[in-house]
């Protein structure tokens, strides 16, 4: 009999504390910030934050905090909150990120759901807590961290500060032993939670594990992923509850990059600011942020050209804005389209070598689409038959993944079996296209879809091209109801500020770009697009508004 040939590799746990103890030892003098509005920033060092960390951890031991159980943060972006991403999941607890924008009903559903028993919150949040605190039985202890005054959720004022009598996070920490052993964990141990926003019915539990993220900060690191390094100054805008701030805080961390956190509502212009005095490399957000950004570096002329890559998703950015930044702004954007149930990473728009020889206009056209899928995700799109499409760019379906940070089962969620396929893969709601280079195109989210007659028609399609005319700001294309052809597109158009626009200038616009049946009836001006609470167009509130306007019949 031979000798055992298979197997013979250590059997070593694919855990966050691997990347945290390493960080610590190898980038110590490396620097961790945050946006204090009307101060300078807080910096501190890596080796600072390794020390306060173990720290906190010390703090959620004298808790009782246990392994398994679910710590909440209710924070804006904040060297804190990094330091909670990571004691948290080292102790064996669980990472909740919520986020404080949703309902109180849906934040109360979310809480009691998860059974959170610790909730670390900012007092400029503390409003958003205090009116929902007696309806979340299972929260024993809250800890507030003093950020500001109460901006979120309440009137500023003494009667909403967060009580004088609640634990606060600097002198738990100063008054707590370090953790100096971490916990051996397992490493499909639960690390973090986050709950989708929940468009339709309940918002729903995606539960990260450490093995799931650790993959993943490697795939996101990858020099043809978001090829992030050590060398990098990241700025953190996209908020730490949305889906983990797209899961770079970890990676961002696995590789001592320097970092630097948006503090208390960040706006355009501390965005710039930043972006500009602190030399930033890499900073993502979803596309209204960068459509207000454009907007203020053409009337102010920051210098952000800093920053080579801005990864954009969460929602399709219009050709023209990646366009834009790339002539005017100097710093180049990188479409990406993922999921909280992704972990969030799926595919990224990224040009192959030999695609650089193309003419500008292929170039943008690879560009604009959402891209190839990572390394470690497998993608197919499969037709309402059940069928798998080919790779042609024009067959549409529904896209599913399956890999190793793909949610398998949502928490304690049963009715959502159907979200998951007999053989293994994740249906994500999304309909897609993929050409024969692989780069895979969102028509729409299936509910976002509009269906004229026999036809489809994509809303991200028409938007993104209404978003291209040089007077529009932002525009959202929805259905309303037709009586010949069921649906027909209606679009909101919010015009560029001190511009004059007549709707009929969108349709002129349109006319030669689109096939008739796809042109809006009707063209809308409106002052703002209502977005949803991570920053993207609720289309929602849009169909809600206009839920009466039948287009005419023609
Ligand atoms: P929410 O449900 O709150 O929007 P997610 O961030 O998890 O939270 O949303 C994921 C969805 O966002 C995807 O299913 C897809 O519909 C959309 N999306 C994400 N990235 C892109 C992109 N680059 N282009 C178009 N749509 C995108």
């Known amino acids: 009999m031979s000798a055992p040939l298979d197997d013979l590799m250590m059997d070593y746990p694919l855990t966050l504390t691997q990347f945290f103890e390493r960080s610590r030892r190898l980038f110590g003098k490396k620097t961790l910030a945050t946006r204090r509005p009307g101060q300078p920033l807080f910096r501190y060092t890596y080796a600072d934050f390794a020390e306060r960390t173990r720290r906190l951890a010390g703090v959620l031991r004298d808790l009782g905090v246990r392994k398994g159980d679910r710590v909440a943060t209710l924070a804006w972006n904040s060297h804190r909150h990094l330091e909670l991403y990571w004691a948290i999941p080292l102790s064996g607890a669980v990472l909740h990120t919520l986020n404080f924008r949703l309902s109180a009903q849906d934040l109360t559903y979310i809480i009691n759901h998860a059974g959170d028993s610790v909730v670390f919150v900012d007092s400029s949040v503390w409003p958003v807590l205090a009116a929902i605190r007696d309806r979340c039985p299972s929260v024993r202890t809250i800890v507030v961290m003093h950020d500001g005054p109460p901006s979120v959720g309440g009137q500023a004022g003494a009667e909403v500060a967060a009580p004088a009598d609640l634990p606060e996070y600097e002198a738990l920490l100063e008054a707590a032993a370090p953790v100096r052993e971490w916990p051996t964990l397992g490493e499909r141990d639960a690390a973090g939670m986050c709950y989708t926003s929940g468009t339709t019915g309940h918002p729903k539990g995606v539960v990260y594990t450490h093995r799931a993220l650790y993959i993943h900060c490697l795939a996101q690191a990858m020099t043809d992923s978001f090829g992030l390094s050590e060398t990098d100054v990241i700025l953190h805008i996209v908020p730490m509850f949305h889906a983990n701030a797209w899961c770079v805080p970890f990676t961002g961390t696995m590789l001592g990059a320097t970092q630097i956190f948006g503090g208390p509502n960040p706006q355009p212009r501390d965005i710039c600011g930043l972006a500009q005095a602190e030399k930033v490399t890499f900073v993502g957000a979803v596309p209204t942020v960068w459509i207000a950004v454009k907007e203020l570096v053409d009337e102010e002329g920051y210098d952000i050209s800093s920053i080579r890559c ?36 799926g595919t990224l728009s990224r040009l192959k070598s030999y695609m650089r020889g193309w003419p500008e206009d292929q170039q943008y056209a690879v560009r604009a689409k959402q891209g190839y899928v990572s390394v470690g995700v497998d993608l197919r799109i499969v037709d309402d038959a059940g069928h798998e499409v080919v790779w042609d760019g024009a067959s549409m379906g529904e896209i599913q993944v399956r890999g190793p940070w793909i949610i398998r089962s949502y928490y304690d969620n049963p009715e959502s079996a159907d979200r998951f396929t007999a053989d293994g893969w994740f249906r994500t709601g999304d309909v897609a296209t993929v050409d024969p280079e692989g780069y895979v195109q969102i ?15 994509s809303s991200i399609d028409v938007e993104t091209m209404i978003m291209g005319h040089p007077k529009v700001l932002e525009a959202a294309v929805i259905a309303v109801p037709h009586p010949r052809w069921v649906e027909r597109p209606l679009a909101c158009v919010v015009p560029r500020p001190g511009v004059t626009l007549e709707p009929r200038e969108i349709v002129d616009y349109l006319r030669p770009r689109l096939a008739k049946w796809a042109l809006p009836d009707e063209v809308v001006l409106l002052d703002a697009v209502p977005k949803t609470s991570v920053g993207k167009f609720d289309k929602k509130v849009l169909r809600e508004r206009f839920r009466d306007r039948a287009s005419k019949e023609s």
């Open 310 to 345: 801005i990864p954009i998703g969460g929602s399709a950015a219009p050709r023209s804005l990646l366009e834009h930044f790339d002539k005017q702004v100097g710093a180049s954007m990188m479409h990406a389209w993922g999921m909280t149930e992704m972990s969030p990473l």
């Open 443 to 457: 028509t729409d989210r299936t509910k976002d879809l509009i269906k004229s007659g026999g036809e489809w028609i």
